[in-house]
């Protein structure tokens, strides 16, 4: 038990040694089901829970170490192994219990200011030539600068140290998340000021304080190897990315691709005021044909679906049937033209009835010529 003496008071205050921050070092963790001690502390709830020892060099089977699951429920940031994280104390579900309490512990402690990884080496890693120069130098400048390609230390199963990897270079007012593959989030703004000796791409238009959000998924493969100097976003050059800009304007940003195929989507060409006038009931399906500037007919197909879609409450106009195609298609059902000249038209076996006072210009009288009355019967 600690005395703690208060600057302030004469009162002394007593404290646990099991409240107290203790600095372990990770030697194993659980990540799924397969873990060989999954079942044994918990099965799917045992995701996250380190084997830990003390910072010095351990040859105890993992199994047989300490344990500690994570404090935060709401982030996963699990360490890797050997990296360095603080542990403590507190009480769990079982409060009413016998146990009463866990060892819990945070995320990893920045011994390195990289997003990469911060594990530190172990007496036994120290030997090791490649590693010793690394981290003395580390160590002396705070300045970790990898360049043989290798540190020789374990930090997981399949977990290999990339030293090119960089940490984003921060603003004031930033907030930054940074993965461990160079994948990132910044919640910025745009920085306008004579005092940045590092400018960015964002803020050469605007008002400072506007804000922006970057998310960068993977960096540049053009970037040098020094992965210990830090980068900011290119949208150029990064794998790929999404900038949500307020007013914003992005330095020379250049598209993928200049040309429409490269959408690998159909381009339907804009009709001009003359074609939508010439062609005001082009089809869905005639568009999408070859021939755009030259929209064809309506086919049956295209009348059934746009029925089919004027039945589903969809707007579709409907091409307009002349007379003549009513006629064509009902050849039996009489017409208004039909009606209308019903009974305006001579019939040939009709007999005309010509007035009483009507004068035959052929029969001679007064002198004059012409036919005779017309008889249909003579030969």
């Known amino acids: ?202 803020s050469d238009f605007g008002n400072t304080g506007d804000p922006i959000t970057i998310i960068r998924n993977g960096q540049s493969s053009n970037l040098d190897k020094k992965g210990w100097l830090p980068t900011t976003e290119n949208i150029n050059k990064d794998a790929s990315s999404i900038y949500l800009t307020s007013n914003q304007r992005i330095q020379d940003f250049k598209q993928a691709s200049p040309y429409k195929d490269s959408w690998d989507a159909e381009y339907i060409e804009p009709k001009t005021i003359e074609q939508a006038l010439l062609n005001p009931n082009t089809t869905l399906t005639n568009a999408n044909s070859n021939e755009l500037n030259n929209p064809l007919p309506p086919t049956n197909e295209d009348l059934e679906t746009n029925e089919s879609l004027s039945q589903n409450n969809l707007k579709v106009p409907l091409p307009e049937k002349t007379n003549l195609d009513i006629i064509a298609d009902n050849p039996g059902e009489e017409n208004e033209v039909e009606k209308e000249t019903e009974n305006q038209g001579i019939k040939y076996t009709d007999d005309i009835q010509l007035p009483s006072s009507y004068k035959n210009p052929g029969d001679g009288e007064n002198e004059g010529g012409g036919i005779g009355i017309y008889d249909d019967t003579t030969k």
């Open 1 to 202: 038990m600690a005395i703690v003496k208060s600057r302030k008071s004469k009162e002394q205050i007593l404290l646990n040694n099991q409240s107290r921050l203790l600095t372990v070092r990770v030697k194993d963790i659980i990540l799924d089901i397969n873990h060989p001690q999954a079942e044994k502390y918990g099965g799917n709830d045992a995701i996250g829970t380190i084997f830990y020892s003390d910072l010095t060099y351990s040859n105890a089977n993992p199994k047989d170490e300490l344990t500690a699951t994570p404090l935060f429920s709401h982030v996963k940031y699990y360490p890797l192994i050997n990296e360095i994280v603080l542990i403590l104390s507190t009480n769990d579900k079982d409060i009413y219990g016998i146990k009463k309490s866990s060892t819990y512990y945070l995320p990893q402690i920045n011994m390195w200011g990289h997003p990469h990884h911060n594990a530190l080496p172990t007496t036994k890693d120290l030997e090791l030539k490649s590693t010793t120069d690394d981290y003395k130098k580390a160590g002396a400048g705070l300045v970790r600068k990898a360049e043989d390609g290798s540190t020789d230390i374990t930090l997981g199963q399949y977990f290999k140290e990339q030293l090119n990897i960089k940490p984003l270079l921060p603003y004031e007012g930033d907030m930054i998340l940074e993965g461990r593959f160079g994948n990132s989030i910044r919640f910025g703004s745009t920085n306008i000021s004579d005092e940045i000796s590092n400018p960015n791409g964002w």
